[in-house]
């Protein structure tokens, strides 16, 4: 059980343009899932949290305009990077939280700009 | 906000050894301590979890054990094997769904 899956499990885009990654819940109803960023060799950074049907709640320094979450049903949150810029080339995971406080990782998605 | 500190950040041990990893937090509301193992390119995969209402907690051959007291819990592999090598991260959690993670540990282990 507590399986979450994301897609694409990589992508790469050129400067300028968006991407959208999806990260399902596959066997739990999540209230509220979570969008994380790593870079290698380090650890998880929490970028925002998102519940569903209310606005996410960015982290302090995250551009709620870059990356944009949107948590439309209790089994799927969705992360676009706006206008991705190679600096946006990064490790993107997303968790979702089943019972209290346990949160379940997603495989993670690579993201290459160039 | 809550701080955690994990050691060490490198640990190499020969296969069937034990292996401990070290996390102290900072927050005393702090109440949930889970344990994370991440692959090289995957996400991480929850291996076990402890409560503030419990001291230890055992699942095979991984333990967690937790001193409130002091501030700090362990992670505890036993009969290490070479598929066990992977980065190892401890965080803190004092509820409200935000969890503070340890910088990871680095865990190789040699046939």
């Known amino acids: 059980g507590a399986v979450v899956s994301q897609h694409p499990s990589w992508v790469i885009c050129k400067s300028g343009t968006s991407v959208k990654i999806e990260c399902r819940s596959l066997d739990f109803q999540a209230t509220t899932m979570f969008w994380y960023r790593q870079f290698p060799k380090q650890s998880l950074m929490l970028m925002a949290t998102s519940n569903e049907g209310s606005k996410a709640t960015y982290e302090q320094g995250v551009e709620k305009d870059k990356f944009l979450i949107n948590h439309a049903s209790l089994t799927l949150s969705t992360l676009t990077v706006t206008s991705a810029h190679p600096e946006d080339s990064s490790f993107y995971i997303c968790?979702?939280?089943?019972?209290?406080?346990?949160?379940?990782f997603g495989p993670g998605t690579r993201l290459t700009v160039t | 906000g809550e701080n955690v500190e994990q050691h060490p950040s490198t640990l190499s041990v020969q296969e069937g050894d034990s292996a401990v990893i070290k996390c102290t937090y900072s927050d005393s509301a702090s109440n949930y301590f889970p344990w994370y193992k991440q692959e090289l390119g995957k996400g991480p995969q929850l291996i076990i979890d402890?409560?503030?209402?419990?001291g230890e907690k055992k699942d095979q051959r991984i333990a967690v054990t937790l001193n409130k007291t002091a501030k700090h819990f362990s992670l505890h592999i036993t009969e290490t094997q070479p598929e066990d090598s992977a980065v190892y991260f401890c965080?803190?959690?004092?509820?409200?769904?935000?969890?503070?993670f340890g910088k990871g540990t680095m865990l190789l282990v040699s046939p």
């Open positions: 965080a803190a959690s004092p509820g409200y769904s935000t969890l503070t």
């Open positions: 968790s979702a939280e089943q019972g209290f406080d346990e949160q379940y």
């Open positions: 402890i409560r503030s209402n419990v």
